[in-house]
């Protein structure tokens, strides 16, 4: 009797239920409330204390693109694509829960919006849930017909990142960082710099403030200094959604709703810069929801 088929299938189980084991578990809130607020106007989550996640009246929806999507630059990826979420019954997206755990302070803001998030739903809500790719509506950055109008960085203009403590400027005789936004109100809306920048890095940070992924198909090659006058409105959510500041750098509402009739940032940087932002369809991510229950109250 042959027995190494046996004996192999046995060996791969053990490895496997080993690898299972070892699975490093995610860390976990020291406790957490979850309640249904059937009587709240939607709020914005506001100041968080150290060791806090508390966020009042929101729907889950939004606490899970918190918990699997990049929270800090307002529910996108890291990539800077919008992740879409789907699935799951219709009380995810309507109805509205009180939120409120407790870590260790020390505990990173990170692992707090991160994996102690994640764990929180998946044992309170029973949510599982998986990322997929689909074509979805993006801006193409092209060159336009009058060709590129911004020079090419020079050599110390600006401070590498890995050699700086990654903090922005903090005025403006500072010598700036390379990739670093440096923004302020001004004339009809936003003064926006970036300075030792490829074309691929600029598509990548407006991608984070603008309604939509933006795809870099110009064939540029090399670092540019970018400087860019325009009014925010729908199509950049990521400015206005800043409070006015980026940065670091501060402007009140009142500066942006001031600069509201000013130019485009389509039309900024087709005559500022000699690109062009255009309609296009490219991959987005989506984030699927595979199973999710109403949480006992606690």
């Given at each position: ?6 004996i ?6 053990a490895?496997?239920s ?5 699975t ?12 249904l ?22 729907p ?7 918990a ?16 879409e ?13 009180d ?5 260790d ?14 764990a929180l ?19 193409a ?22 050699d ?8 403006p ?6 990739g670093?936004e440096?923004?302020?109100p ?18 990548e ?16 090659p090399?670092?540019?200094?970018v ?6 409105d ?9 409070g ?19 130019t ?6 087709d005559?500022q ?5 255009e309609?296009?369809?490219?991959p ?14 606690n």
């Open positions: 009797m042959n027995l190494k088929p046996a192999t299938a046995l060996m791969l189980a490895n496997l080993h690898a299972q084991n070892t490093p578990a995610k860390p976990t809130f020291e406790v957490a409330s979850i309640k607020n059937s009587n709240c106007l939607p709020a914005r989550p506001g100041i968080q204390p150290a060791g806090m996640f508390v966020y009042k009246c929101v889950l929806e939004i606490v899970i693109r918190v699997w999507v990049n929270w800090i630059s307002g529910y996108r990826n890291l990539h800077g694509r919008w992740t979420l789907v699935g799951g019954p219709r009380w995810v997206y309507s109805d509205y829960y939120f409120s755990a407790k870590a302070p020390k505990t990173t803001r990170a692992q707090i919006y991160g994996p102690m998030l994640q739903l998946e044992e309170r809500f029973k949510l599982r849930v998986h990322r997929d790719t689909k074509t979805v509506p993006v801006y950055l092209t060159l336009a017909k009058v060709g590129l109008k911004i020079q090419h960085s020079k050599d110390g203009d600006c401070i590498p990142a890995d700086s403590s990654g903090q922005p400027p903090t005025a005789s500072t010598r700036h960082i390379c670093v440096v923004a302020r001004g004339g009809q809306g936003f003064v926006y710099d970036l300075y030792g920048v490829t074309m691929a890095d600029l598509a940070l407006l991608s984070v403030r603008m309604d939509r992924d933006v795809i870099d198909k110009t064939g540029v090399g670092k540019y200094d400087h860019l006058t325009f009014a925010p729908e199509s950049t959510p990521g400015f206005p959604n800043l006015g500041s980026v940065n670091g750098v501060v402007g009140t509402p009142a500066d942006l709703a001031a600069g509201s009739t000013g485009s940032i389509f039309a900024a940087i005559r810069l000699g690109l062009k932002l309609s296009d369809k490219g987005g991510d989506i984030l699927v929801i595979d199973s999710v229950e109403r949480p006992s109250e």
